[in-house]
Nanobody, 123 residues
Framework: QVEVAESGGGLVQAGGSLRLSCAPS??????VGWFRQGPGKERTFVAA????????NYADSVKGRATISRDNVKNTIDLEMNSLRLEDTAVYFC??????????????????WGQGTQVTVSS
């Protein structure tokens, strides 16, 4: 059973940047999604990368501020976010699709989830 672990969260000032990493326990190609859950809110889609790494999908709330990419050397799927806002404060989760290759925005399409990493944006 493959597992994933997120890293890179922390405290960031508004307007700043951060880079989150998702590390699968097995080196293989997966479609990967990033989701987030803000305080008192439901978990929502942020960004996704296809199995091939050629297709991306972004939530409107982060479009233009986020970039999802695969680092084949480190075997990670990274989410870089710029121009951070207070409303970006959330626990960020990485998820893999064991079947399916498209960068889906639907949580039900993802089979393996990490524990999450906290991102706090301060004013």
């Amino acid at each position: 059973q493959v597992e994933v672990a997120e890293s890179g969260g922390g405290l960031v000032q508004a307007g700043g940047s951060l880079r989150l990493s998702c590390a699968p326990s097995r080196r293989a190609s997966y479609a990967v999604g990033w989701f987030r859950q803000g305080p008192g809110k439901e978990r929502t889609f942020v960004a996704a990368l296809s199995w091939s790494g050629l297709k991306t999908n972004y939530a409107d709330s982060v479009k233009g501020r986020a970039t999802i990419s695969r680092d084949n050397v480190k075997n990670t799927i990274d989410l870089e976010m710029n121009s951070l806002r207070l409303e970006d404060t959330a626990v960020y989760f990485c998820a893999l699709r064991e079947t399916g290759r498209q960068p889906s925005s639907h949580q039900i399409d993802y089979d393996v989830w990490g524990q999450g990493t906290q991102v706090t944006v301060s004013s």
